[in-house]
């Protein structure tokens, strides 16, 4: 069975230093994975996505996240955050099938300190 | 720009007042999908349709119903509120191939309060 474990449910990092939001993964088979991000009050933003092609994914805004099949992990990274980086951020696994329902994590909060 | 539209965008309900959430799609998408969110919780899947087909969750409960007439609309009901059902609730549609990695597109959420 495919499972998620977001290992930090809040993060907090100052303005213009690294960001790191680890992401465990369970899967039988070679998974779908997937970061979206949430602003308070919105719906959520597809970061970045992996599909078992380059293993270090580039997303929107900066982040990036490397595929490690051997740790089964999918961390999101981000050189410096911005204040606006400040969000709900979701790592999610692709069940996969015909109708491809999500797994979610349980979020972990990123706050950014001026 | 190809979309998922969800209205309104903040509804005010009694408890035990039917309610419908409309979510509409410019994007063509076959699968659409109908999540809960409680505060600082992850979206919890309730149904989707793909096409025609509606495909419920074991623990969505039977006061939740949904319906799509067509490809692009699909909508939320519920049939007698509680306090519980107070959240956001978000749409999302997706494509079925698999070499789209099943990417779901959310729309922006409809919040829920009930009173």
């Keep these: 069975a495919q499972s998620v474990t977001q290992l930090d449910s809040h993060v907090s990092v100052s303005e213009g230093t690294p960001v790191l939001l680890r992401c465990n993964y369970s899967s039988s088979y070679s998974p779908s994975l997937f970061w979206y991000v949430q602003h308070p009050n919105k719906g959520l933003q597809l970061l970045l996505k992996y599909t078992s092609a380059a293993t270090l994914v580039k997303g929107i805004n900066g982040f990036e996240a490397e595929f490690k099949k051997s740790e089964t992990s999918f961390h999101l990274t981000k050189p410096s955050a911005h204040m606006s980086d400040a969000a709900e951020y979701f790592c999610v696994v692709s069940v996969g099938g015909s109708q491809g329902n999500l797994i979610f994590g349980k979020g972990t909060k990123l706050s950014v300190k001026p | ?115």
């Design chain 2, 1 to 115: 720009d190809a979309m998922v539209i969800q209205n309104p965008r903040y509804q005010v309900t009694q408890f035990g007042k039917p309610v419908t959430l409309s979510c509409s799609q410019t994007l063509n998408h076959n699968v659409m999908y109908w999540y809960q969110q409680k505060s600082s919780q992850a979206p919890k899947l309730l149904f989707h349709y793909y096409d025609k087909d509606f495909n419920n969750e074991a623990d969505t409960p039977d006061n939740f119903q949904s319906r799509r007439p067509n490809t692009s609309f699909c909508f939320l009901d519920i049939r007698s509120p509680g306090l519980g059902d107070a959240a956001m609730y978000l749409c999302a549609t997706s494509r079925e191939k698999r070499e789209f990695a099943y990417e779901q597109y959310f729309g922006p959420g409809t919040r829920l309060t009930v009173t």
